[in-house]
DNA sequence: GCGGTACTGTCAGTTTTTGTCAGTAGTGTT
DNA sequence: AACACTACTGACAAAAACTGACAGTACCGC
């Protein structure tokens, strides 16, 4: 039995046992030692599964490291996929692709009368008259506003001055014809708007910026006058 | 990358792949060699996936295979919010509260470190210019094309000039400003665009139209020379 | 401290995996 | 029939990984 085949094993027994098995006797049943089951167990966690084991229990995986079964109703899926497709044709490759991505596996959950109704359906997002040049920085953009990082970019205001900035960024606004990336501007110390097609260069820093981003957001959606969306 | 998280990918690769995929197509996605692919199939195979493989054409993953897709990533997750919310926030109220309802269910089957990153999404749809006035007809328009109903409308043409046309409805296109219906005209006995702002009336007829939905898209894309999407 | 369980680091021997290359089976062509 | 072509398989050596043994660490309750 090869590993890859021994891991799916693996999964399956965990999900079959309802209470905690203690790490021994999985290794038993898988005919391997324990040493090679503790490696397994990581290998298994490095994949996104969470494992849990608890001294004097066992182990247990959590779920959600694989997808149940999903229903929709079909306008809820032609929701889903409109929405995606606006995604795969509008915004950067690397989103682009993950929206495709995130079709597939719902695709793959579906009972098959809908998943036949998914992929034959016909609402499509047209194409735009600004194609979105701009790309290689806007997985960075995002990656930063996910992990709550500082980034550190060449901007050139709409005075075609440019300045180089530190800013905690916290928000991406999609707009018809531009992407506008909000954050708290070190520089200014105050909540500034950067057109993305405006920025000039960008680094992600390693440093994390000392607020929530919710809290900016909220923070910033009462300086801008604007209820929560 | 190891074997079993390869294996896993190209699981996931089969699925996204509507048509057969040929071997040395998924190998090179895969980055591995031709021989390795076949070794890879061979081991999904024994592991009791369906695939089938046709000289000529590629391989196919016959859905029913016991193993569930993996858990969305971030970043699959925040496509999925930031195109349901596009959808919110540019179309026909119905298909708007659709696409938060998807979400909820989605967000239902998460684990919680996923749900609060789904929650907490900072990508947002900037409103756009021209706002979406039309609404009652939009559900109308949906359910005639998904079930392949024939409608009959009073449409003004460019030239303003008003004309009642029984059509088949086939595709709705979202432009940056305005909707699309395309459809068999009845009337003039070939495919034709119709703005959705133009449509002065309309009525979804009892009958459905004597073609297929996919067959008239696919006709409908080879006169006017678009690849399929 | 002490004894116990759960787990990790290291390492050498072993196994698996991999790409190359040669070869086969099946198909369609001339 | 000979031929070209594609899809696939077998063999093999080099490279990569996996594995179990064993020693060691971390943490617990007492």
Redesign the pocket.
């Known amino acids: 039995?090869?590993?890859?085949e021994?891991l799916l094993k693996l999964i399956h027994l965990l999900r079959s046992y309802r209470y905690p098995a203690?790490?021994?006797q999985l290794a038993e049943t898988l005919?391997?030692?324990?040493?090679?089951?503790?490696?397994?167990?990581?290998?298994l966690q490095q994949q996104g599964a969470s494992i849990e084991?608890?001294?004097?229990?066992?182990?247990v995986l959590k779920p959600g490291f694989m997808l149940p079964p999903l229903m929709f109703t079909e306008e809820e899926l032609e929701a889903l996929v409109l929405g995606s497709r606006w995604v795969a044709n509008r915004t950067d490759s690397e989103l682009s692709e993950s929206a495709i991505n995130a079709l597939v596996k719902i695709s793959a959950v579906l009972p098959a009368e809908l998943r036949n109704s998914l992929d034959e359906n016909t609402l499509f997002v047209g194409p735009t008259k600004q194609p979105v040049t701009e790309s290689a920085e806007f997985a960075s953009i995002r990656q930063a506003i996910r992990a709550e990082q500082k980034i550190t970019i060449h901007y050139l205001d709409l005075k075609e001055q440019e300045s180089i900035r530190t800013i905690w960024p916290f928000a991406l606004g999609y707009f018809d014809n531009l992407r506008v990336l909000a954050g708290w501007c070190e520089l200014r110390q105050s909540f500034r708007h950067f057109r993305t097609d405006r920025i000039l260069q960008l680094e992600v820093c390693e440093a994390c910026y000392p607020r929530r981003r919710r809290q900016l957001l909220n923070e910033w959606r009462k300086a801008e006058g604007i209820s929560s969306q």
Chains 1, 2 share one sequence.
Do not use: N, V
């Open positions: 039995m090869s590993r890859s021994r203690p790490g021994y005919g391997i030692s324990l040493r090679t089951f503790y490696r397994d167990i990581a290998s084991g608890e001294p004097g229990l066992g182990y």
